[in-house]
């Protein structure tokens, strides 16, 4: 699966070319840390990242992203390829999509996959993440679900300020934790013209101080 999952991201780029009425961006990201799920992926280390999506007026869409990483052994990136349909009714706005985890550079099979969907109104959005499957070395439990509540308001010059509350559960989280099957994490975040400014936070006893970090990205057509 690791050996495919480039091609799979070319292959869904790639239909951009046969469609008028498609779009295809592109994204670059600079961070001094890369944190998933509040839970640091670099080891506390800077990251750089960049992804590719594509998008039509149907409401599909599917991409690709990329981070170095950081686990204490030879896995050196992540790519992640994802795909989904979302779109609008009444004002109230729908996600439903999948995306898989590959490490192609990791030793073993630590690749994993999830299913997904969001609602969001106004400000608001609330979103459900679940574990399909995974690789041996990944989770044997293939046991994970991951709640999350998310707020974005415009404040002061056309800054957004970002709220985001979350939890994770399920055997897996006990596998990789070590200590408890459930845990929180929560964000906060001010963000202006590429540049982020956040802080994050777990209620884990191994990750429980507050961290900041800055990001700067970058967003464009193609």
Do not use: C
């Amino acid at each position: 699966m690791n050996k495919t999952a480039p091609l799979l991201a070319l292959a869904f780029l790639s239909i951009s070319s046969f469609n008028s009425q498609a779009a295809v961006t592109a994204n670059v990201a600079a961070s001094s840390n890369y944190y998933w799920r509040g839970i640091t992926q670099t080891d506390d280390g800077a990251a750089v990242s960049g992804g590719l999506d594509y998008s039509n007026d149907s409401g599909f869409y599917a991409g690709t992203w990329m981070s170095n990483v950081d686990f204490g052994d030879q896995t050196s990136y992540e790519l992640d390829i994802y795909g989904g349909f979302s779109g609008e009714t009444q004002g109230l706005g729908y996600d439903i999509g999948y995306l898989y985890y590959a490490y192609p550079d990791a030793e073993g099979d630590s690749d994993f996959g999830e299913i997904y969907a969001s609602l969001s109104w106004q400000w608001l959005s609330v979103k459900a993440s679940y574990m399909t499957h995974a690789q041996d070395d990944a989770s044997s439990e293939e046991d994970m679900l991951y709640l999350e509540l998310n707020a974005s308001f415009n404040v002061f010059n056309d800054s957004e300020l970002a709220i985001h509350i979350a939890r994770s559960s399920g055997d897996t989280i006990m596998e990789w934790t070590a200590e408890d099957d459930s845990y929180m994490d929560y964000g906060v975040s001010l963000s202006k013209a590429g540049f982020t400014l956040g802080l994050v936070k777990t209620d884990l006893d191994s990750q429980d101080d507050v961290k900041a970090y800055i990001q700067y990205s970058v967003d464009f057509d193609l």
